[in-house]
């Protein structure tokens, strides 16, 4: 009976390859964040490096025609400066009434509500030298 009970290894070996599994998979999941950072990272030095190649072969005439201002590209441009516009008017009119016989129970309350609602709006996507404050970026 005792070497029977000897010759089953087999049995706890399934627990631990799950708490393995879950070590490996937190550590993914926490090696994700800086994953992310380093990504961002190769992202931004490659658009500083395009910029500054970019600034040293554009003259004034190509600054002129992009919209920039001054002598330098800006680094970082958030192209969604944008100004809106938008009007909004409202119109209800509300009208009630009681209509049946002559009888108080016999009569029946009507209300009847009417409402319009008109929003116009216009938006515009401003030009880079709005992040520097000219006139668009008041």
Same mark, same amino acid.
């Given at each position: 009976? #005792? +070497? ?6 087999? +049995? ?11 070590? &490996?998979?937190?550590?993914? &999941?926490? %090696?994700?964040?800086?994953?992310? @950072? $380093?990504?961002?990272?190769?992202? =931004?030095?490659? @658009?500083?490096? %395009?910029?500054? &190649?970019?600034? !040293? ?6 600054? #002129? #025609?992009?919209?920039?201002? !001054?002598? *330098?590209?800006? @680094?970082?441009?958030?192209?969604? /400066? ?6 909004? $008017?409202?119109?209800?009119? &509300?009208? #009630? ?9 016999? @009569?029946?309350? /009507? =209300? ?10 216009? $938006?515009? +996507?401003?030009?880079? *030298? ?6 668009? !970026?008041?």
């Amino acid at each position: 009976m #005792a +070497q029977i009970m000897t010759g089953n290894k087999g +049995q706890s070996s399934l627990p631990e390859y799950v708490a393995t599994f879950f070590i &490996v998979i937190a550590a993914v &999941v926490a %090696m994700t964040v800086y994953i992310q @950072r $380093s990504i961002q990272a190769r992202i =931004k030095d490659s @658009r500083d490096h %395009m910029v500054s &190649v970019a600034a !040293g072969e554009c003259g004034p005439d190509c600054r #002129a #025609a992009a919209g920039i201002s !001054g002598s *330098g590209i800006p @680094r970082e441009y958030e192209p969604y /400066y944008g100004r809106v516009d938008s009007r909004t $008017s409202r119109n209800s009119s &509300v009208n #009630a009434d009681l209509a049946g016989g002559a009888d108080r129970a016999d @009569r029946q309350f /009507y =209300k009847n509500t009417e409402e319009t609602v008109e929003t116009t709006s216009t $938006s515009s +996507q401003l030009p880079p *030298g709005a992040a520097a404050g000219d006139q668009y !970026g008041k």
